[in-house]
């Protein structure tokens, strides 16, 4: 079994992609939504963290954390959104079907896959991607046709702060190695 390394850096940003056990389209119903904020904000009261961005899909979510100072955990407060929202949800969208020995033994719900997906922010210019890409993702995932139309993304607190007009993206395209730097 691969040993993954994450980065250890006190008060660092961090980009993430967290994504739905089998790429299931669960994460937008109303219901799902109302939990997942719940969620996020308990967890954000216990152990805070500066949400700079997020962007909600059917099957998987973005967003860009900072944490405080001095403070690197950012796997306790994923491993405890996790957890609490599939308790939240389990009766809703557990499928006692799909679950394999390996879920079994370590009590798994077929809600999430098993791990997420960060990235250290280097520096502005790797922010300001980042920052794009997880807006413009509805986009490029065909759900809606331009970036304003997506509603469950921080794109509109962005549009009322001036930092993005309401009509941006119309002209962009991006690909994973725009964001990635590859």
């Known amino acids: 079994m691969p040993h993954y390394l994450r980065p250890r850096i006190p008060g660092g940003t961090f980009f993430f992609t967290v994504v739905t056990f089998r790429r299931r389209k669960l994460l ?4 799902s939504r109302g939990i997942l904020e719940k969620t996020i904000n308990k967890v954000q009261s216990q152990y805070p963290f500066i949400s700079e961005a997020f962007v909600l899909l059917p099957d998987h979510l973005h967003t860009i954390w900072t944490l405080p ?3 690197t955990d950012f796997s306790k407060r994923w491993g405890l959104i996790k957890a609490n929202f599939s308790k ?3 009766a809703l969208f557990h499928m006692k079907q799909l679950v394999n020995p390996s879920r079994k033994q370590r009590q798994e719900t077929t809600i999430w896959q098993r791990r997420f997906w960060e ?3 280097r520096d502005d210019d790797d922010f300001q991607k980042h920052f794009d890409y997880l807006h413009y993702n509805p986009v490029k995932h ?3 046709q331009r ?3 997506w509603p469950h993304s921080s794109f509109h607190r962005y549009v009322k702060e001036g930092i993005y ?3 941006w993206g ?3 395209s991006f690909s994973p190695d725009d964001a990635f730097g590859e």
């Open 119 to 121: 990235h250290l922010i």
């Open 88 to 90: 939240g949800t389990k």
């Open 147 to 149: 970036v304003k139309d």
């Open 170 to 172: 119309a002209e962009v």
């Open 69 to 71: 100072a001095g403070d």
């Open 165 to 167: 007009p309401e009509d």
């Open 28 to 31: 937008i119903t109303e219901e």
């Open 142 to 144: 065909g759900l809606v």
